[in-house]
């Protein structure tokens, strides 16, 4: 039978709900149990697809297409394992098919209510991915006490009431504050958030607590006795100096120990010797580099998040530290900011902000033969700027951002232009893409077809191709079914290549993105000539 684990969270939002999730996961994952892993957002929404990431963060695109919260990305980079539609939903998606339902006529004239047509929905949606699981972790999004999420946390109370103790396990992430003018680690916040659980209906397994400061035994014992639970349940998160050593610091402490002996599983041997010597390498570097990360969400990281790892994952792949410096497109004197670096990347986005620093940014790197790496838009811009000032087409630019230019080097296709609603009517998901031997590409990937997730609606306009072939922009890399472009790269330019694609959600810390690798080893190629060069 599919075993359950809940990770619900308390007192406030951003602890690292994911994380621990995620971590659960690996160790689990680390005793050759078969794991999946399932988020529930509270909103309204659908899907993240069309929501600011200045609320929501990134949003992360799985392979077959579906738009969905950034924590998939974290469950797919530790687990090494892909997520799907079914791996996350929102409130919004479980409303809308119990309605629509309702207006087929499916519950016979009955009133429909929250409970039980509304947790049953959700429990259907629990039990769906449990097929060839051992066990299914669920995250349950929000804070315990948001009227949002109380029929999730209704849903999971019945899970356990059906499944039986042995089969169904809540943990609770809660914070224990540091407060510094009493130089002492508050229980009182958790108390009160597991007291918030209980009142619900669920009496949690175990406790996670994250927080600034160690807690000692009596720290320990006191949330013991006064949130009923065990002192071996009691866990400890600080933070850490990666989120890749948290399965560690957790399984150090015994968390898969509790947690396969709460859910009488029968496991194999730990193996975390890969997973450590990752770390270690991420831990002890023997070179550093810093890169440019040039977009117009910088100042909510979470919005990068998938990019910023990617990052990391390539730079342990050369024992380096990737030091990301996030510069807003709207600031001026773009040029000093970008002197000292190594590298350049311009990521996805949308909307016409920033865009003329994304362009002057290509500028920069193409003209200063910085190595540049552009993801979906910053692929489009890369294409308006090479217009622009290589072809001299004066006002070259995307009719996403100005419907009028005479040179159109950036357009819709032509059912694109028939889309009225917005929510998942891009061209989403994994797509194959050919790539042209004897290029940057071609090398990074060593194959002739690739596979890559894509999340937006604009494309390179085949009108100009002949031109910007002819001047020097190769197209190393296209969706063949529609003759598009996927890859642009420079010829006389030491690396500098872009892609309409989303690279980084394929990721991993053990086993990085080879454009991101190849991308990393470009600069600090150039860090080391120009310290050499000092």
């Given amino acids: 039978m599919t075993k359950y684990i809940f990770v619900t969270g308390g007192v406030v939002s951003s602890l690292g709900k994911g994380i621990s999730a995620s971590s659960i996961g690996k160790l689990l994952q680390a005793r050759s149990l078969n794991v999946t892993m399932l988020k529930c957002d509270p909103y309204i929404n659908v899907d993240p697809g069309t929501m600011n990431p200045f609320q929501h963060g990134e949003v992360f695109v799985t392979e077959d297409g579906a738009e969905t919260d950034l924590d998939l990305g974290?469950?797919?980079?530790?687990?090494?394992?892909?997520?799907?539609?079914?791996?996350?939903?929102?409130?919004?998606?479980?409303?809308?098919?119990?309605i629509s339902r309702e207006r087929k006529g499916d519950f016979l004239g009955a009133t429909v209510q929250v409970i039980p047509h509304i947790t049953d929905e959700i429990k259907n949606r629990f039990r769906a991915i449990s097929k060839g699981a051992d066990v299914v972790i669920v995250e349950i999004g929000g804070t315990v006490g948001d009227i949002e999420s109380l029929p999730f946390l209704e849903a999971a109370r019945q899970m356990g009431l059906e499944g039986g103790r042995d089969n169904v396990l809540y943990v609770h992430v809660t914070l224990v504050p540091y407060i510094k003018a009493a130089e002492e680690l508050k229980t009182k916040p958790t108390q009160h958030s597991v007291g918030k659980l209980r009142e619900i209906g669920i009496n949690p397994d175990i406790i996670i607590c994250r927080s600034e400061k160690p807690l000692n035994a009596d720290i320990k014992a006191k949330l013991?006795?006064?949130?009923?639970?065990?002192?071996?349940?009691?866990?400890?998160?600080?933070?850490?100096?990666?989120?890749?050593?948290?399965?560690?610091?957790?399984?150090?402490?015994?968390?898969?120990?509790?947690?396969?002996?709460?859910?009488?599983?029968?496991?194999?041997?730990?193996?975390l010797e890969s997973w450590t010597a990752m770390v270690e390498r991420l831990r002890k570097p023997q070179r550093e580099v810093t890169i440019a990360l040039a977009g117009k969400?910088?100042?909510?990281?979470?919005?990068?998040?998938?990019?910023?790892?990617?990052?990391?994952h390539a730079g342990i792949a050369h024992?380096?530290?990737?030091?990301?410096?996030?510069?807003?497109?709207?600031?001026?004197?773009?040029?000093?900011?970008?002197?000292?670096?190594?590298?350049?990347?311009?990521?996805?986005?949308?909307?016409?902000?920033?865009?003329?620093?994304?362009?002057?940014?290509?500028?920069?790197?193409?003209?200063?033969?910085?190595?540049?790496?552009?993801?979906?838009?910053?692929?489009?811009?890369?294409?308006?700027?090479?217009?622009?000032n290589v072809l001299k087409l004066a006002g070259a630019h995307s009719t996403e951002f100005d419907a009028r230019t005479r040179y159109p080097v950036i357009d819709l296709l032509p059912e694109q232009k028939a889309v009225k609603a917005k929510g998942a009517s891009m061209r989403l998901g994994s797509y194959e893409c050919a790539v042209k031997k004897g290029?940057?590409?071609?090398?990074?990937?060593?194959?002739?077809?690739?596979?890559?997730?894509?999340?937006?609606?604009?494309?390179?306009?085949?009108?100009?191709?002949?031109?910007?072939?002819?001047?020097?922009?190769?197209?190393?890399?296209?969706?063949?079914?529609?003759?598009?472009?996927?890859?642009?790269?420079?010829?006389d330019h030491p690396w500098f290549l872009a892609v309409q694609f989303h690279p980084e959600f394929k990721s991993r810390p053990e086993s990085p993105h080879p454009l991101f690798r190849d991308f990393v080893a470009a600069a600090l190629a150039r860090s080391a000539q120009k310290a050499h060069a000092r």
């Fill in 74 to 98: 974290h469950y797919e980079r530790f687990l090494d394992k892909e997520m799907h539609q079914a791996n996350n939903f929102t409130a919004g998606k479980v409303y809308e098919t119990v």
């Fill in 224 to 271: 013991s006795l006064f949130c009923n639970v065990p002192k071996e349940s009691v866990f400890e998160a600080q933070d850490a100096f990666s989120i890749y050593e948290v399965p560690l610091m957790l399984h150090k402490q015994g968390l898969d120990d509790q947690i396969v002996m709460l859910l009488r599983l029968r496991t194999h041997s730990k193996d």
């Fill in 297 to 312: 969400y910088t100042d909510y990281k979470d919005a990068y998040k998938s990019v910023s790892e990617s990052l990391v």
């Fill in 319 to 388: 024992s380096a530290r990737v030091n990301v410096r996030f510069i807003e497109t709207t600031d001026r004197d773009l040029e000093s900011k970008l002197a000292d670096v190594g590298g350049i990347l311009v990521p996805g986005g949308f909307g016409d902000r920033g865009i003329e620093g994304k362009i002057q940014v290509v500028r920069l790197a193409r003209e200063g033969r910085i190595p540049y790496l552009g993801l979906c838009l910053g692929m489009q811009v890369a294409v308006i700027e090479f217009a622009r």
């Fill in 439 to 491: 290029t940057l590409a071609h090398r990074a990937y060593g194959a002739a077809t690739v596979r890559e997730r894509h999340r937006h609606r604009y494309e390179v306009n085949n009108k100009f191709r002949k031109q910007l072939e002819g001047s020097g922009l190769c197209v190393a890399g296209t969706y063949a079914a529609k003759d598009l472009v996927e890859i642009v790269e420079l010829r």
